[in-house]
């Protein structure tokens, strides 16, 4: 394959054609896709074999392409597969309009836009500039989640990457129904956030830098029901596997990024 063409497939990984409405456009390495189990229920929580998907680390392997290139971010580990993850249960197509709602100084949405996806990034601090990257124009805005500065219903897609976690308890709820206030109905929320077999445990994170103590959300099965899968004017799509092994899951965590406990992924339909 030339350089041209694996540009080409790389820049449209997870993103539907136009010439194909009803399927998602095949990856060049589709075939060896299937040699790692796909067949997991979409709602799901971080599993690192995944990692290894030809088509998860296509997309990676551009963002960090994007990444270096610019010197604006970085991808953290749990991020090499929430992306892929979102990208994947999204099934977006150029012309599409979505929001990445807290993006911090992410390459996210510059990775969309670069596939022709008509853009908004809100952020409480967003990076100077980051709109205008690679030649590309989306909108970038400074704003709170709790009161987006959009009309109701212009979203097709919602991207929230590891963003809820931060917000305190009492604004989780103000943020889940203005994601659901800018969302077309029947548009998806793809969010995903830390989880742990204990949120009222002390969690620490131990690295090579030294070790410091958590000091945001982590949800486990309890809390995440109560604040996200039975948020007011939703449905979850497809089925759900949140049942964790934590006995192999914390240990391989704590190796893959210094944190013990994984990330879930969820889609939430507005009704």
């Known amino acids: 394959m030339s350089p041209e063409a694996k540009q080409r497939s790389a820049n449209n990984a ?7 409405p009803g399927r998602r456009r095949p990856s060049s390495s589709s075939s060896q896709a299937s040699a790692i189990p796909a067949c997991r229920a979409p709602n799901r929580h971080l599993d690192l074999a995944e990692l290894e998907r ?3 680390r296509d997309i990676v392997c551009e963002m960090e392409r994007m990444t270096a290139r610019e010197d604006v971010s970085y991808l953290h580990p749990s991020k090499r597969w929430e992306y892929p993850w979102a ?3 999204a099934d977006l197509r150029p012309g599409d309009r979505v929001l990445d709602a807290g993006c911090g100084g992410s390459i996210f949405p510059a990775y969309l836009a670069a596939q022709g996806i008509s853009v908004a990034a809100v952020d409480l601090n967003p990076p100077a500039g980051l709109a205008a990257l690679h030649g590309l124009n989306y909108l970038s805005i400074q704003g709170n989640l709790a ?8 979203f097709q897609a919602v991207f929230c990457i590891s963003v809820i976690e931060h917000l305190p308890a009492p604004g989780i709820a103000l943020a889940m129904a203005e994601l659901r206030r800018v969302l077309r109905p029947g548009g998806r929320l793809l969010l ?3 989880y742990a077999r204990d949120a009222s445990e002390e969690m620490w994170h131990e ?7 958590v000091d945001w959300n982590v949800f486990d099965r309890d809390s995440l029901s109560r604040h996200i899968l ?3 004017g939703f449905r979850i799509e497809g089925g759900v596997d949140l049942e964790v092994d934590w006995e192999l899951v914390r240990p391989a965590m704590s190796r893959f990024h210094g944190y013990p406990y994984t990330s879930v ?6 009704v």
Do not use: K, M
Not at 14 to 20: E, F
Not at 265 to 270: D, M, S
């Open 147 to 154: 009161c987006l500065p959009f009309a109701e219903g212009v």
């Open 14 to 20: 997870g993103v539907r054609g136009n010439d194909s």
């Open 54 to 56: 030809p088509d998860y």
């Open 87 to 89: 990208l994947e249960q």
């Open 207 to 213: 690295g090579a830098g030294g070790s410091f103590r």
């Open 265 to 270: 992924g969820l889609i939430l339909v507005r």
């Open 230 to 232: 039975d948020a007011e």
């Open 192 to 194: 995903t956030t830390d």
